[in-house]
């Protein structure tokens, strides 16, 4: 994969012509975008269509939570949309992530569309050991959360992860090599952390083995966008 295939720019705004604007800012360096619960709730799936119409592709970030009908559906309908990509919650169970994914397959063969690709979230990076242990009552460490997620994933048929950098080298050992990491928490070392606590730069967070990096701040909130992410281009052109 080259270096811009790697990137996906977190459109973090609500508004649908704010994220327009970003995508039009970018859409020469590269070819993902991720439209998450905020953007999506108040632009709806127009602003999917319209970025697609530009030419690129949408990572649709809202993690399906649901009873396994209800989340097959909705994969039907984010495959209807053609987003290049979305996401469900491993927490959801097997059987849900399963009928997920051949929701997907169903949606694509009738429309004649390429299949997303289906990321499982295993634990949110906002979630911490002792978060896990005594408000959601599981006693397993995170690590061992996570790994096991992961490849409960793996075995419903998705094609990936979201997941910290982190935890990238644990679950490509227990996944294999043709699982999909996409992990977010990534900063240069030139940008500020902002709130997230545990980062890896690109260039690190390639290197481990993730295959494609979501990135926001430390290319929107920058005072030369264009220039942050050609920097942050190279750097994983040198990791590659
Ligand atoms: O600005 P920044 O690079 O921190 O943005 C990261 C993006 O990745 C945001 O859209 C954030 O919601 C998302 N994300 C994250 N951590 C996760 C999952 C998603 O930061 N565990």
New binding site residues.
Partial sequence: MEPKERIIL?L?VSGHEGALDIVKQFKDHIDTF?V?SELFTSAGPKIIQDINAMGKKVFL?LKFHDIPNTVSRSAHAAAELGVFMFNVHTMGGLEMMKQAAQGLVKASLKKNIKRPKLLGVTV???IDQDILRDEIGIQHRMATQVKHLAKLALDAGLDGV?A?PQDIEMIRSRCGSGFLIVT???RPSWAPP?D?KRTMTPKQAIARGADYL?????VTAQPSPIKALELILKEIEKAG
Wanted: aromatic share 0%.
């Fill in positions: 977190a973090d991720k998450g970030d949110l990076t906002s979201v910290s977010p928490g990534i902002d997230q979501v990135i926001g701040r430390s």
